[in-house]
């Protein structure tokens, strides 16, 4: 908005330069004009009736402005109008909406009015006065111009403050939340996600808040709450992340927690359960009763200073403690007392689920989680049977495995979970789609999509498979080394399927990592991270493994085993 008033700005100075090198003649024009400002009344906002109308605005038309020169005609809807609405008279802090240019009018549903006097700071479930004005401007140095201050009585629905809901890309509810006991605006809590995850979080009153947008170039880690937002994403890394969002400050962080360790009467590392957001440590008890542990690690901070860079990431410590009969999280750790059930097989779990009421608990048997592979078998692509080949995990929450498969079968593929298990993962005999079934046999074995090397995805989450392109990969080009995002390309070895080479020499940082692109297209790509992989579709911020400036390098990647390798 600010572009198109400097915009307006300059077209009506040329108009009146225009004038007046046309007669000598100084044109002026009668400025914004202050609109006069009504409403429907007061309001009692009904939490029953939400998407109900319950407040309009009106005001008089101020689009039209004049010269004192009637040759000279000025464009309709130059005046930008802004409704501010404030708790006081002074309007020292307003809550602004920017109006429709010609437009006269607005109205407002109960639940958009209760969000917006809440933001305002109107107290729940009694009348307080509202105060709305209109201002006026014509450009940013002209001084603004401010209608009829309008009052009325408004009367909100209490809100619950105290929990922020994550939402997913799409906005959906994903049921998990961040608490704010205080209902102060600082939401806090543990989330279990995947690398690059993208969400938005909205408050009990409706505001959503996500990255700052096109007004601040998507500067990771301050937020905004205005309608050029972006979803927030996190770094890379996938796990445990302590998060805090802070919508007065306007800004966010992500602190990752890579590791656990317990000490004291039960020692050990803990294992992390992202979708149960959960800490467990199977251990030994030699007899029932108490025990006392402390438990610690060293986590990553990541904020509006650091961004999602790996390398610039804050070593933090973290810590467990407890405090009043709660389990507290900072930087020190104390002492935490437990009760041992049995003596036998036991689980030790902190469960961080619930924003508002984490827990530490011992629990009978083994509560180990199932670790996830990274690799997915697959046999029979080029008439061999010897598990050397496989797809490797890229998304962790519907497991996903992608990798480039060189196609050359007589009898077609099928996927194994795990090394030496010939239990076939194949197609699906039940339906036509490219579903997936366990247990299969070989006459439901997938047929090649042709000869040559392919993309092939599969998700044993989704139970069904596809291929990342139609054409098989005919060219592989390298980008963003050294922050430069021309494409150069790579150089296929013979008589090795998947692996290409090209010299690159390293003048400065690779800060957002590099891509490997297939067949000349961004929509297909390959990217580097900080394991020395290659994931389809995602990529580290960062260097690349052994990247240092000043250095010619021999990059290799290989597209089947998703490995990446910078040699001298």
Known sequence: MKQIKYIIASLFAVMLFTACNKDGDTVTTSGAQPVVLSGSGDVVINKDYATGLAL????????????????????????????????????????????????????????????????????????????????????????????????????????????GFVLDASRADTGNTLASPNSDGVYSGFLGVGGWYNWWLQEGNGVL???????????????????????????????????VVNTIRQEWSALFIPSLTVSGDITGEMTYDRKANKWTLACQASQAGTATIQIAGTGKLYNSQTGTDDATAIDTPVAFGYENGELTFGETASNITVNIPSAGDVTLSIDLSNPKEWKCEVTEGSDTPTEIPQILYILGNDDTW?????????????????AAVNFNCSWGYYFSQAKDDWTHVNQDPSTSE?????????????????????????????????????????QVSYTGFNDDW?????????????????????????PWGAQILLNGSWDYWFGTCSDGSLRWTKKNDGNPVGWESGKTYTLTVDLCKCTYSLTE
């Open 434 to 474: 490219w579903k997936l079934i366990i247990g299969g046999t070989d006459d439901n074995n997938i047929q090649a999509p042709g000869k040559g090397l392919y993309v092939t995805i599969a998700s044993l989450g989704w139970m069904s498979y596809w291929y990342g392109m139609a054409d098989p990969i005919t």
């Open 486 to 510: 021309n494409l150069t390309d790579m150089t296929a070895v013979e008589g090795q399927p998947g692996v290409y080479t090209a010299q690159v020499t390293a003048t400065g940082d690779t």
């Open 209 to 243: 808040w996500g990255n700052i947008g096109d007004d601040g170039g998507g500067k990771p880690f301050v937020i905004s709450s205005n309608d050029q937002h972006w979803n927030f994403w996190y770094p890379g890394q996938s796990g445990c992340y302590y998060t």
């Open 386 to 402: 010897n598990f050397d080949q496989y797809l490797t995990l890229y998304d962790e929450d519907n497991l996903c495995y992608a």
């Open 56 to 163: 309009t605005l009106n005001w008089t038309d101020n689009s039209h402005l004049t010269t004192n020169d009637e040759r000279v005609q000025t464009p309709i809807g130059t005046t930008v109008n802004t409704l501010q609405f404030a708790n006081t008279s002074s309007f020292d802090t307003p809550i602004e909406i920017l109006t429709e240019a010609g437009t006269t009018s607005m109205q407002f549903t109960a639940e958009y009015l209760n969000s917006l006097v809440g933001r305002v700071g109107l107290e729940s479930d009694v009348a307080s006065t509202l105060y709305i004005r209109m201002r006026s401007v014509l450009a940013n140095n002209v001084e603004p111009q401010y209608s009829n201050v309008y009052q009325i009585q408004v009367t909100p629905y209490s809100i619950d403050m105290t929990i």
